[in-house]
């Protein structure tokens, strides 16, 4: 790979989170029996006629505005033709030559190094239908199924600029992409859903060179994983047939999960040829700039400057800050919990550890629980092994941990009167272990230590057990 | 000018069958348009603003609203073939060399 810089592009389809399609009013629900949500417009029957969804225009706009786009009041949209069995209409309505979004870009941290990828333009357009092949993969598929109830859902298409240069790279601001996408509330971006897809266009260069290589495009990218794998062995592959003296091909290739590798995917007949023109059934968009100045007004704050708020104000290394940014509901929690005056640090330690997993299988706690669970833990009542019993019964019960703790009798016993007795009764009971231990088999220790914590129920002060012991084994 | 290669592979992209007699026809009608729209490009529209569609109307957009669809038996009718609930269709891609 020496020789040559890898550069990549991206081309990323977000399906819009709207009720019903971009220019019908069918549902948009996924998981729907096949060809239920369907009507003569997205069907393309004749003699039918579409009429834009005003929320996909807002969401549109809206993920335009998080990422620094200039937002063209006026937009347009346009007829692409060609024949394929996931477009009934043979032609989808897009946005060419006047886009409603250009010129944006998004940052996005790489192994601590800040990055920034220019966002060249994005547009709205309709979805196509979906397509199960008969075969492993679209290549060995002697026949497909078609579902049109992904037909006409609104997309937005984010097209970057050709300054990526590495596949994890791309995966990152993929992933960056998706929580903005989050955050701002658009799309659900499930790429196991197809409500998140991602093509790459990646070619080579020799190194220090200006002048582009040859592209190829990569589809079928349907996870991150998959993303940065198929870039990884495409960048093998051409730097191998660069090497050898040979011509990258300009095509479009499919990744193959299974295999692990690109593949050709020439398609029958003509190169394609999409006569492009303006559509006739649609009028321009022409948005009122308060309009859009509302929009602006609704966009919340971004991941990024979240991360910098929570280092900066909060003084959360980026390893915890990234986990709160990532996952929002966890960061609402914090900001709730750390209001109530305890420790940030403690704070986030806490919803990282056994309360995320517990979390994601029962749903959230309130941050009243959380701060009052914490509270005790601070104020010394329970040990942190107390506060972890008390957090799973947190789940199942209606009661708040001051009273599960009153319920169950957890507390802390550092109370030298009441703990001495029991050493006293451990260590009379075992006259010949003490006097092993006191010959010198350290190991003996811990029994003792065992026996205190048990013949306490796990309230004994572990640091208190530990001086007393010491004193009565010295004697 | 439009020859003959030109209206083939118009027919084509555009999935049509063509007797040679049409193509012949089409070659003269669509020679016809090209002159016209060269005669077009005579005229000096260097201040007229460019027009995106035919009829001025400014956008009507309709709310996100769910309507119903129509029911699968009958979106299924209008395909040739089809198999439990999908419609089916044949190869896609050439088969790898």
């Known amino acids: 790979m020496t020789n040559f810089d890898t550069v990549i592009g991206l081309e990323i389809h977000v399906a819009l989170l709207t009720e019903s399609k971009f220019l019908c009013s069918c549902k948009t629900s996924f998981g729907a029996p096949p060809n239920s949500q369907c009507c003569p417009v997205c069907l393309g029957l004749p003699g039918t006629l579409p009429l834009i969804n005003e929320k996909a225009v807002e969401y549109g706009a809206k993920a335009g505005l998080a990422l620094g786009c200039e937002i063209h009041y006026f937009s347009r949209f346009d007829r692409k033709n060609y024949f394929y069995p996931d477009l009934p209409k043979a032609y989808q309505i897009t946005q060419d030559a006047f886009p409603l979004c250009t010129n944006g870009f998004l940052e996005y941290y790489v192994d601590d190094q800040l990055f920034r990828t220019e966002i060249t333009r994005i547009h709205l357009e309709e979805e196509a239908g979906k397509l199960i092949h008969s075969g492993q993969s679209i290549v060995d598929s002697e026949y497909s199924l078609v579902d049109y109830n992904r037909a006409g859902i609104p997309l937005i298409e984010i097209v970057t600029a050709p300054d990526i240069h590495h596949p994890k790279q791309a995966r990152l601001f993929l992933e960056q992409l998706r929580l903005l996408m989050r955050y701002i509330g658009v799309s659900d971006t499930k790429m196991e859903e197809g409500s998140l897809r991602c093509d790459a266009n990646i070619s080579l260069k020799p190194k220090g060179s200006s002048v582009l290589g040859t592209k190829v495009e990569i589809k079928n990218l349907n996870s991150f994983r998959a993303l940065e794998r198929a870039l990884e062995y495409e960048e093998l592959r051409q730097s191998q047939v660069l090497s050898g003296g040979g011509v990258v091909r300009q095509e479009s290739r499919t990744w193959d999960e299974r295999a692990g590798k690109t593949m050709s995917m020439r398609s029958k007949g003509d190169a394609p040829d999409y006569r492009i023109f303006p559509e006739p059934d649609l009028p321009p968009l022409n948005l009122d700039p308060v309009w859009v100045e509302l929009i602006a007004a609704n966009v919340p704050e971004l991941p990024l400057a979240r991360l910098r708020r929570l280092e900066r104000d909060y003084g959360l290394s980026r390893y915890d800050a990234t986990f709160l940014v990532n996952y929002p509901e966890f960061c609402e929690l914090f900001f709730q919990v750390a209001e109530r005056g305890l420790g940030y640090e403690d704070v986030v330690n806490f919803l990282m550890g056994d309360y995320a997993r517990l979390a994601r299988e029962k749903g959230h706690l309130s941050a009243e629980r959380i701060s009052e669970l914490l509270t005790l833990v601070d104020e010394g009542t329970i040990s942190q092994g107390q506060a972890k019993e008390v957090l799973s019964s947190l789940f199942s019960s209606g009661l708040s941990p001051r009273e599960i703790v009153q319920e169950r009798g957890l507390e802390v016993v550092d109370d030298p009167g009441r703990l001495e007795p029991v050493i006293r009764e451990v260590l009379a009971a075992n006259p010949d272990l003490v006097r092993r231990l006191q010959d010198g088999e350290t190991k003996l220790y811990s029994f003792f230590v065992g026996q205190v914590m048990r013949a306490t129920q796990g309230k004994a002060d572990p640091e208190v057990v530990h001086k007393l012991l010491r004193g009565e084994l010295g004697k | ?97």
């Open chain 2, 1 to 97: 000018m439009i020859d003959r290669q030109d209206v083939i592979r118009m027919a084509r992209l555009a999935r049509l069958e063509l007797s040679e007699a049409e193509i012949d026809q089409y070659q003269q009608d669509l020679a016809g348009f090209v002159s016209s729209g060269r005669k077009l490009q005579q005229v000096d529209v260097s201040a007229v603003e460019g027009t995106s569609h035919a009829v001025v109307v400014t956008h009507e957009l309709r709310k996100d609203e769910v309507a119903e669809s129509l029911p699968q038996d009958l979106v299924l009718s209008t395909g040739p073939d089809v198999s439990d609930g999908f419609f089916r269709v044949p190869r896609i891609v050439e088969e790898q060399e």
